[in-house]
């Protein structure tokens, strides 16, 4: 789904189109099993910083977690 390409001018990301969707349906359930692993749930989440795979990545992981529209800023940001 994703990864780099090695070129002459160095990596360039490398994303699949059909990511966020592979987001919506595992990222969920991997962040729950994380966060339990910790003893914690998702409600103990209190920052949500995302490596910006992209705008469709961050709006995708936005919505997931129902987040508010400036929840990602510093991600978005960066």
């Known amino acids: 789904m ?3 390409d ?4 160095g990596l360039r990301i490398v994303l699949q189109r059909e ?11 991997a962040t729950r099993l994380s966060s339990l692993a910790h003893g914690r749930g998702l409600g103990d989440v209190g920052l949500h910083l995302v ?3 992209g705008r469709r990545i961050l709006d995708a992981y936005a919505r997931f977690f129902d987040l508010a529209p400036d929840a990602l800023g510093i991600s978005r940001e960066s």
């Open 2 to 4: 994703m990864g780099f």
């Open 6 to 9: 090695v070129g002459a001018n």
């Open 19 to 29: 990511l966020p969707v592979v987001l919506r349906a595992s990222l969920r359930g």
């Open 51 to 53: 490596h910006p795979g």
